[in-house]
């Protein structure tokens, strides 16, 4: 055996320890896969072996489970699951893990887990197969099944496991939701038996194999009794029945993960196990199986650790280490950026026109600073140190010696003009200008500087320290040196950078624009106004259209409506909507929630609520809808999105399908269970997409027209990963 | 196919459904037992000429599980040539085994038959059989499961009920509940519990409050307010996305009583009453069931009495009288407006908010008040309905002969 290495001390108790080679963490390869089956036919039939202890050969952890490249990376579906092939073949492949574990479970010798760093996924499954589990007592060890996160299912003995050892109850946002537990969290919970001081886990877990040693499983024992009791118990029932509705609140059924996981549960706990991990094993088939799975792996998995390795930065140019920045206008914005740059140790000096602004953007990082020392997530000793590095300012004299400047004034053509002219006189040569604009072409505000080539386009998004991605705007001159450097800046601030080039809107805001633009067709259209955001919401958005459109201001849309007229000209297309915004913003006075007037009202105490006036400026013609009714506003709003995307590639605005499918789930939270526009087109194929297309076009309008580029992939047959994606694969 | 005809019709009086309640210690087999007894004893029946009864019961567990029906032929010591069957149809149990029973008195397979119900609500609380529906997520999900209060709460936000609306309905219904009592009215069916000694342990319905005001309801608070808020609100939503905000109205007062109770319908063909010397007092002239949205629940019966008329050829006005159980004051607004059927033609003399709903029984329950109700007022036809959960709706309509 490669992966396990075994000592049998003079007790007869075997160490195994656990260490893949030739990798930093142990993962369940298919050789490990493989070689759990000999370990437990050496444990069970080596006679010198009273009883096992399992650790990881690991300072990184135990074992962070399953290969998610391995599993998710197949074309045609996770392990090639996707086209309908030999299902009996699956599923004895995927049960391959569960009848592994549960050979270790039953092979008749106590096997202990002694578990010195981090268990995920089946890492913890795996512990979760041996008698006994001991914990090194360290706070920073997370055990974890994170499956559904990534849209799987637990796979390996976790839907049925864990809720045997804790209660379904207590087991539901460990399984749905993926939340990790610290030791000391799982001893309460049953889940493990000792936490011991770190290093001496392994002789705990001995100690128990030689004294106690039992080597039964607890569900195995005829008097085992579920902790809650199982779904027809009283106090159990109420748990699933109450579980099954959070569940369809929290998910809108738009995640077979979560749904399939509860399947499990609810049927594998009123079974014997060795039937109950043959049902999980279905379940997680069928997981595997669904588009969702494939999108959100690939997506807010394997696409977002490349990215945030820096996959679209240009070889070549030297590793750019950011010291220094100093960020112009210290706005909500500017306050945040300075407050994400001083965390990741940038030195920053923030600017504004007084000292007075300057010293109150700084005050946005004093309070997230407070607040994380109360919360003892900092020490105070730290959060002085990182307060330090933020030196606010009305003096331009010190951006000198700054390696980036990021502008972060208001979205005024001119002030940033006159900003780029001032920072860049105290620029050294070797220095980036980035300005933070989410609406103004970077070519055009590249016309103010001297260096037009490191003149480039950083867009943050709002709250900065929350929200994970930057988008990256490539100028008409901007050249890859800037690009390759701005990349570096934002993997030190801890962020995920997609590259875009030069557009109206750039990407995210672009596409993200046509969601809430749906939403006011609909209002055209007559639908009632819940509707809308009911429905809204159920796609996976984070918001309804309404409400995110009086989040975003009512007035501003509609000055930017105004000005992109003026600009378009006779190419500017007038929609009915445009009078209803009209009317709400000059005749009414309702800008949004920041006036607390909008769509809706917002009463000091107490939730916001439709506004009833609204029935006069769009009059309710539709005012029910059944499931059809329902999924075909589900559609309009996504696939408007969509097909929006599809044009930004054939425009060139965005390359690469792993930037447009992170950037809109982190960017504009694009529901996550499609793993991003471009995976929901590939997901349903360029045709399908292409037939609905037309349709909705022919029924709605042209916004829906699919570009040629979607045309010639249906006919083709391609995919956006396929024809964009795979030659950077292959390189990689 | 032969005529059914309804020659008696049998109901305890409702007991409180706690254990407070006179009710409490007697078991459900005995109150089915009385029941039989009572229809035989009455009628001075030859048992042995009953060929089945039909027992609907909501709760087939513990003392009411195994077939209740046979066991209480047994007891009630029927010729033990008598079959038994216990059904399900949740709150139209009873109405559904009347209408069972007439098939087969329709059909020929039964000569004479009794269909009726019995629910011991305070000795085998409402939900002890469990069930897939609400529980297993595969049916739970996908059917947008919601328990019964958070649907009368859609449909009155639906439709447009306030809290007002529906609490008007339940101070009428214990006024109508009330005033029919002390007017005799219920006196025809009505049969006393007897207890182990063969002494009367209640003559009356239990739970009748005819003093009730608005007021009075005023303070109660709305009783599926938390746990709409915690989930099924959300849930109701995504199936009616119409509704920006379910409107909480229903509340212990303006729902029917949980209660202890049991009835019986003697039902035959024209033969076998000559022959048996019973004199009809009705016919059954059709029923019927239906299957509807399942997340709202509770908007069959107006479903089931379009489909029924249709089939019978008859209107809305064409009925005399309507009886549909009072699971919530919304449900029964609701299919007053989508019928557009008047008051004074509803529920005359109450219904389950006042005197309760033990689930097998009602449908037996309500179809004896309604055909007294005929008969006292010398009108002649009515339709009997109830909403049933998972979303379905039973109705039959009876004239007099």
Known sequence: MENFKIEVDSDGVALV???VPGRSMNTLTASVIKEIGELVETIKSDAAIKGAVITSGKTTGFCAGADLG????????????????????????????????????????????????LAMGGGLEMTLACHYRVVADNPKIQLALPEAKVGLLPGAGGTQRLPRLMGVMAAAPYLLEGKSMKPAEALGFKVVHEVVPAGTEVEAAKTWVKTKGDAVAPWDKKDFKLPGGGPYTPTGSQVFIMGNAMLRKQTYGNYPAQLNIMKA????????????IRIETRYFLKTMMSPQAKGMIRTLFLSLQELGKGSGRPAGVPHYDVKKVAVLGAGMMGAGIAYVQAMAGIET?????SQEAADKGKGYAESLVKKAVSRGKLTQEKGNAILALIHPTADYDQVKGSDLVIEAVFENRDVKAEVTKKAEAQLAETAIFGSNTSTLPITGLAKASIRPASFIGIHFFSPVDKMGLVEIIMGEQTGQEALAKSIDYVLKIKKTPIVVNDSRGFYTSRCFGTFVQEGMELLADGYAPAIIDNVGRATGMPRGPLEMHDDVALDLSYKIAQQTKKDLGDKYEERPFTTIIEKMVEGEGRYGRKNGKGFYDYPENGPKTLWPGLAQLAPVKIADVDQAGIQEIRTRLLYRQAVEAARCFEEGVIVDPREADVGAILGWGFAPWTGGPISLIDGLGAKVFVETCDRLAQQYGTRFAPPALLREMAEKGETFYGRFGVKEKAAA | MADAYIYDTVRTPRGKGKKDGSLHEITALSLATQVLEALRDRNGLDTSKVDDVVLGCVAPVGEQGSDIARTAVL???????????????????????????????????????????VESMSRVPMGSDGGAWPTDPSSAFK?????????????????????????????????????????????????????QLGLTILDHDETVRGSTTMQTLASLNASFTGMGEMAFDAVVTQRYPQVEKVNHVHHAGNSSGIVDGAAGVLIGSKEMGEALGLKPRARIKGAASIGSEPSIMLTGPSLVTEKLLKRLGMEVKDIDLYELNEAFAAVVLRMMQALDIPHDKMNVNGGAIAMGHPLGATGAMILGTVLDELERSNKETALITLCVGAGMGTATVIERV
């Open chain 2, 75 to 117: 007891t009630a010591d029927y010729a033990e040539s008598v079959a038994g069957v216990q059904i399900n149809r949740f709150c139209a149990s009873g109405l559904e085994a009347v209408n069972m029973a007439a098939a087969k008195v329709a059909s020929g397979e039964a000569q004479m038959a009794i269909g009726g119900g």
């Open chain 1, 349 to 353: 000096v923030l600017i504004d026109q």
């Open chain 2, 143 to 195: 059917t947008y499961f919601a328990p019964q209060g958070v649907s009368a709460d859609l449909i009155a936000t639906l439709y447009g009920f306030s809290r007002d609306d529906v609490d008007a309905y339940a101070v009428e219904s214990q006024k109508r509940a009330a005033a029919s009592w002390a007017d005799g009215r219920f006196k025809k069916s009505v049969v006393p519990v007897k207890d």
């Open chain 1, 265 to 276: 549960v609810y049927e594998g706990l009123q079974v014997p196990f060795d039937a109950a």
């Open chain 1, 17 to 19: 320890t656990f260490d």
């Open chain 1, 70 to 117: 391995e599993l998710g990376g197949a074309e045609g579906g996770p392990n090639g699951l996707g086209g309908g092939g030999d299902l009996k073949a699956a599923f004895d492949a995927g049960f391959a893990l569960n009848k592994a574990f549960r050979a270790l479970e039953t092979c008749g010798k106590p096997v202990a887990a002694a578990i010195n760093g």
